[in-house]
Structure formats: C-alpha cells, structure tokens
C-alpha cells in the first residue's frame, strides 16, 4: 500500500468548473509538495507547504496536519489546466534519499 | 521553461545498445536526481548527486550507471537494457539536496522505449 494516497485518480470536468483533488498520508511529515505534469513529460513545482494554505493565480493548496490530509483547488479551471497533479510528502523518517514519497498522480481533463 | 534541460526528448535502442541521457541545469543548484516514471506507478527516484558527489543509488540495477562531471551536468549511461525499462526518465534539480524541504525543478524527461 502506498503511504501517499490520490484521491480521485481520474477526474474530467467542464471548463469554469471548481477543482478539488486529495492527498492522503499515513506518516508524519514535515512538507507537502504539489506537482503539475503536462503531457510530454514535464514536471513543475506549484506548491511546497508545511501548513496552513498557500495561492499562486487560481490554485490553492491546504494542509491539515493532524488529518494528514491536503487539498489542491483550482478555481475557474481552464483546457489549460489539464494534466497529471501529483503529491509528495517529506518523511520524518523513511521515504527516498531525497526524503520524498511520491502519490500515483491524479490525471486532470478540463473539457472546453 | 524551467531551467533544466534533458536530451534526448525520445530515445528507441535495443538491449544489446549503449545509450546516454543527459541533464543540464543553468539554476546554480548543488543537487540533481534521476527518476524513473513507469506507466500506473508513482515516480520512482533512481539517483542523487549532492555536490557532485553520489548519496544513493536506491538499488537501481547496474545496467543503468549515473556520470556527474560537475554540479551543472549529470548523465545516465544505458547498457543491456531490458523491456521493462522502457519508462519516462526525469532529470531533477534542487538547491542543496536537503531531503525533500525544498523545491524540485524537472526537466521534460526522455521517454525511452527498448526493443
């Protein structure tokens, strides 16, 4: 079972539709990261939290620590914001020796 | 653009080829990282280079062997490769390498297949 859990793994939506997708973890942690993979392969950084909430644009990222839970919401969502958003915690202890577990990833259609 | 830089962006070879991806980084940063994406799996890290200097090979079998000639510059060298190799292979820079506290820059990968 993988410590880092996506919820939904799929998720096909209207355009102008408010986004919400989940990031469970069994670990303690001590950051949160949110990626975006577009197709062709490219991965970029959105957020990287501790707590709290963080916004950049239309994107908002939240964490609940004690619930072990995140959220990430894209507001007003766009063709544009199509693509695979993955999360990633920092263990404690254990994970990668870059210290990060990575989720499967949640694959994002945003119909015109 | 994200100031990491992969080539090649497509890579077919047979298994008795030897190929390299390479990875370069115009940011200034100290660590870079090799990762494998498999279809339906969550990204898998391979390598890291902290100071050009290697920290974990996390079990990676020795078919696959990393290069970093220096903190900008990091290669993957392909040797007798099998099928299931086939994946999407991402190169990664961070500023110090410090375990997961600090952001990770991508490359765009190279999707390798192997015939």
């Known amino acids: ?112 | 653009e994200t100031g990491v830089t992969q080539t090649p962006r497509h890579l077919v070879m047979g298994m008795t080829n030897k190929k390299s991806l390479k990875c370069e980084q115009h940011l200034g940063h100290n660590a870079m990282y090799w990762y494998k994406q498999s279809a339906k799996k969550p990204l898998e890290l391979m390598f890291v280079y902290n100071f050009k200097e290697q920290t974990e090979n996390n079990s990676v079998p020795s078919r696959f062997s990393p290069e970093c000639p220096n903190s900008s510059h990091l290669f993957l060298h392909l040797h007798t490769l099998q099928p299931e190799d086939s994946a999407l292979y991402l190169c990664a820079s961070s500023q110090d390498g410090t375990w997961g506290d600090e952001k990770l820059f991508f490359g765009s990968g190279t999707q390798l297949s192997v015939l």
């Not at chain 1, 939904?8 to 973890?25: D, H, K, R, V």
């Not at chain 1, 949160?32 to 959105?46: A, C, E, F, N, T």
């Not at chain 1, 620590?65 to 199509?82: C, F, G, N, V, W």
Request: aromatic share 6%; net charge positive.
């Open chain 1, 1 to 112: 079972k993988n410590e880092v859990e996506q919820s939904p793994q799929n998720l096909t939506a209207q355009e102008g539709e408010f986004i919400t997708i989940n990031c469970s973890y069994s670990v303690g942690i001590s950051a949160l990261h949110w990626l975006q993979q577009h197709p062709g392969g490219g991965i970029v950084s959105l957020f990287m939290l501790s707590s709290g909430k963080k916004k950049h644009g239309r994107l908002i990222a939240t964490i609940n620590i004690q619930e072990k839970h995140s959220s990430l919401h894209i507001t007003a969502s766009h063709p544009r914001d199509s693509a695979v958003y993955i999360c990633a915690v920092r263990q404690y202890s254990g994970g990668g020796a870059d210290g990060l577990t990575f989720g499967k990833g949640t694959h994002l259609i945003i119909q015109p």
